[in-house]
């Protein structure tokens, strides 16, 4: 099985898909491939369709749908030729005790690839090796085509999951931008981080790094008004002041330092953060 989930839902059984047209399927079936050979149970499904409050037929209406499904990979078998080597449809969206589990049969996932090169990629940074770490960052958030899951109607469940999937590829983005950074690719960095911090303008990591990658390629006045931007933001929006390490590097761009001013938004373990500030618009991102 292969599924794709960072972007469009797309799941194939034998290369053919199995993605249902119709809204609620499409979240019953996003909601497995998330959790692929993992248990998901009836009652997260439930929640996920119908909230906290879900009709008396929702257990019925479950499985209608996920008999749906189980129809669809039985198609798989007509649109291969009907050889008799494919997984039965029982086999493939398992019941399990409590839910169900979809199987991926030892397939592939661009969430699971994903994870796998991110993790490389912190390994690298973490002993110094910034190329490598560049270059495994980069392909991870390459299998990125869109926001996860973007057609499918998320109810509550697989919001918060998608919330947890964005912070994943914010962090992921924060240490590749670290690596090049570390790399002197200051000049090449300065549009990505311009688009990254109108887009998340309070974000004081990506905020720093565009302030040195300004700063690093002589644009000082620049790299001064990025401050001020997310200052006056923040101040308004949250009664906050930016973070001392973000007030490290404007100061060290007013000195106009030979050092150079830290790599990272990433604090010392004694550096305070702003936790309460809404997700999206963390301080920081840990390491």
């Known amino acids: ?127 110094g090796d910034h190329r490598a770490a560049a270059r495994s960052l980069r392909t991870a958030l390459d299998l990125w085509t869109g926001p996860a899951l973007a057609d499918v109607s998320a109810g509550d469940c697989l919001r918060a999951e998608t919330r947890g999937l964005e912070e994943s590829r914010l962090c992921a983005l924060d240490r590749r931008i670290e690596a090049d950074l570390r790399l002197g690719r200051h000049r090449e960095l300065i549009a990505e981080l311009t688009v990254l911090v109108s887009r998340h303008p309070t974000h004081e990591s990506l905020c720093g790094q565009l302030m040195l990658a300004l700063h690093r390629s002589g644009r000082r006045g620049e790299a001064l008004a990025a401050y001020q931007r997310l200052r006056t933001t923040l101040v308004h929006d949250y009664g906050l002041e930016p973070s001392a390490v973000v007030g490290r590097i404007r100061q060290a761009v007013l000195t106009a330092t030979e050092d150079d001013p830290p790599s990272s938004g990433a604090p010392d373990s004694s550096e305070p953060t702003h936790g309460d500030v809404p997700s999206g618009s963390t301080a920081v991102i840990p390491r």
């Open 1 to 127: 099985m292969d599924i794709g989930i960072l972007g469009t839902l797309d799941v194939r059984e034998r290369g053919v898909s199995i993605t249902p047209t119709a809204a609620k399927p499409r979240q019953v079936l996003a909601l497995l491939a998330l959790h692929a050979d993992r248990a998901v149970t009836v009652a997260t499904l439930t929640e996920e369709l119908w909230g906290r409050q879900p009709p008396r037929s929702a257990r019925p209406t479950l499985q209608t749908y996920v008999m749906h499904l189980r129809e669809l990979i039985a198609g798989t078998s007509a649109a291969t030729g009907g050889d008799g080597a494919g997984r039965s449809p029982k086999q493939v969206l398992r019941t399990v005790p409590g839910g169900y589990l979809l199987d991926s049969g030892e397939g592939t996932s661009d969430l699971w690839e994903f994870e796998r090169l991110t993790r490389a990629g912190y390994r690298a940074m973490d002993v």
